[in-house]
Each structure stands twice: as C-alpha cells, then as structure tokens.
C-alpha cells in the first residue's frame, strides 16, 4: 500500500483501534510502502504477496 493510496492513514486507524481497544482488525494483502508497525502494537496484519490469479474476483 503506498502512501498515496492511504498507508498512512491506515497505520494510524490501526494504532488508533488497538489504543481504544475497538473491534477492528485491518489486513493488508502485499507490502506497505515503509514498514509499519503491526500487532500487537496495531490492529495491522501484513500477509505480504498474493497471486493475482488465485484471488477471487
């Protein structure tokens, strides 16, 4: 994800809901454009690569 797709704003959404302890959990299919912090500090899970072709449409 890079910057100006939202990276940024998607790290602080994960900081924010691990911080207030919301029901949130964001996944991101691929690579973040910096490295980002991920749980348990965030509600990020990075999963890293993914084959386009096997990925339901």
């Known amino acids: 994800m890079s910057l100006a797709k939202g990276g940024d704003v998607m790290e602080a959404v994960a900081l924010a809901a691990a911080q207030s302890q919301a029901p949130v959990e964001l ?31």
Do not use: F, I
């Open 27 to 57: 996944h991101l299919l691929g690579y973040p454009h910096r490295r980002m912090r991920t749980q348990p500090h965030a509600s990020l899970t990075v999963h890293g690569p993914y084959d386009d072709a096997t990925c339901p449409h």
